[in-house]
Every structure is written in structure tokens, then in C-alpha cells.
């Protein structure tokens, strides 16, 4: 059996991102090998793709569920996946200028946004990934794409042989499954033997430090809850969960009282965030069914 992470081309995530799973993977990836080793017809789902990172590092040879609630996203990696060359091509007439940027900025809300094909809107979607502040991805309560001009001297915009990677690791057999919903809408699909990944929209550590802003719907406390029962009852259907959320009391007490997780605490460094109190050396949590 191939090693984690000694997929073919090894992709790596094309996109900066806040909470990317990078730092984790020496912990994350030990316990998808362990389920995999005994569960080899399993199935591999992550509800929240994000940047991939996680995705990209599991054995190619699992069927992979990925899904994520912001459907521009998923319309990137279904490019990524259908037409890379295409979608190289259109990222060259991308500029780092910041009259550029927010003229790019626009287009959604303009008349003619329905108008464009996927391939402008993901090469729109790298190129202000790549160029605006902080690389941030957030929505305003419009649903409208709403970070400033990041003033970077030279960001890798053009990253050729890593989205050809990315593409040929999405279609290695079997293809990846990519679909945009809730996610319980991916879930569902999952049964005896799979297993699951959440990295869902962290609980904020703080009243100052909460980013939920990465769709116009945010995700709240009750969202939170939702979320543990919906991982209760996988975990009651013999699927094998991992989550991982931040380091806080009350997320703590919600999965310990359902008497089915392991918790345990990590520490990670924080490159991109929203806000200054969540960069640096922070603990956050993994949290693993027992059985």
C-alpha cells in the first residue's frame, strides 16, 4: 500500500487559506492510514474541503467524497479537474494591480456575472485568492467576495505544475467526487466502514476572534451542535469520524458528553488568519471516534 502522501505528483493545496490543515497532517494523517489498513474497500469524505490539504495527502486509490457550502470553491476544483490548461491559459491575463484587482473584484455584481463561463469565474477566484489581503476568503452578507488588494510584490498567481498535479490526482482512479452542498447533503452518502473528516468553520475562541464570514452564511453555536449529532450518528453507524475545531471549553463538553470521542489537544502554527490573537503557536483540538 502507498505511504500517506506518496500520491502520484504529490499536489500540494493551490490556494492560501484561512485554517488550511498543513500543520496538522502529521496528526490527521496517521489515523486515516490506520482506518485504511483495516477498512481497505472504505471510503474517504471530507464535508469541509477547504484549500485540500488533507484531501490531496490520502492515498489516490480511495474513493474520495469532497464537498464544501461554498460553491464557487467546488467550481474551482471541478476546472482544476475538467480543463487545467484552460484554466492556466486564462490565469495569465490575471495582473497583481490594485486598480485591476477591484475592477476583477466587481464582476460579480455586475449585470453579465451569470454570463461568464466556470473557467473565468475559477481563474477570478485563484487570482483574487492569490492577490487579496492576507489571503482571506470572506463574504459579506450579499454573498459578495469582499477582501481589499493584498499588495503583494510577486504572488504565485500562475502555479502550473501544481494545478496539473492537483488535476491529475483529482482524476486518478477512482475520481474524485466533488459536489457543493451542506454538509449533510455529503454525509448521507457515507456508510459501515467509511470515514469521515470534518473541519468545519472553527468556534471562536474568543467574542473578538470568531470568522465565519467565509460564506454570507455564517455558522454559529447551533451549527456547532448540528454538527456533533450529525457525527454521533455516523459514528452509531459504524463510520469512523475525525474532527477538528478549536481549542474551547464548550466544544470539549459537547463531545466528550456524547461518550464516543477522544479529544486531544495540538499545537500548530497560524500563518493566515483573520485576526492577529489566532496567528502564531495556538492549541486546537482533534477529535477522533473511539471505535
Known sequence: ??????????????????????????????????????NPTGRYFEPFVGAGAVLFNVDHRLKKFANDYNHELIGVYKVVKDDPKGLLKELEKHRNES?????????????????????????????LNKTCFNGLYRENRNGKFNVPFGNYKNPRILDVENIMSVSRFLNSSPKTSLASGDYRSCTVKARNGD??????????????????????????????????????????????????NSNTNRIRKIYNDAGLFKI??????????????????????LIESKF
Not at 476583477?104 to 473565468?120: G, T
Open 1 to 38: 500500500m502507498l505511504t500517506m502522501g506518496s500520491v502520484r505528483d504529490n499536489p500540494q493545496p493551490f490556494l492560501k487559506w484561512v485554517g488550511g490543515k498543513r500543520a496538522l497532517l502529521p496528526q490527521i494523517l496517521p489515523v486515516v492510514e490506520n482506518w485504511q489498513v483495516r
Open 99 to 127: 486598480e485591476y484587482f477591484y475592477q476583477v473584484r466587481e464582476w460579480d455584481r455586475l449585470p453579465n456575472w451569470d454570463k461568464r463561463n466556470p473557467i473565468e469565474v475559477a481563474a477570478r477566484f485563484i487570482f
Open 195 to 244: 470515514f469521515v473528516y470534518f473541519d468545519p468553520p472553527y468556534d471562536p475562541v474568543s467574542k473578538t476572534a470568531s470568522f465565519t464570514s467565509y460564506v454570507g452564511k455564517g455558522f454559529e453555536w447551533e451549527d456547532q451542535l448540528a454538527l456533533r449529532d450529525e457525527a454521533v450518528r455516523l459514528v452509531n453507524s459504524g463510520i469512523k469520524v475525525l474532527l477538528s
Open 264 to 285: 486531544r489537544s495540538v499545537d500548530i502554527h497560524r500563518g493566515i488568519s483573520s485576526k492577529n490573537e489566532t496567528r502564531g503557536i495556538i492549541k486546537e483540538l
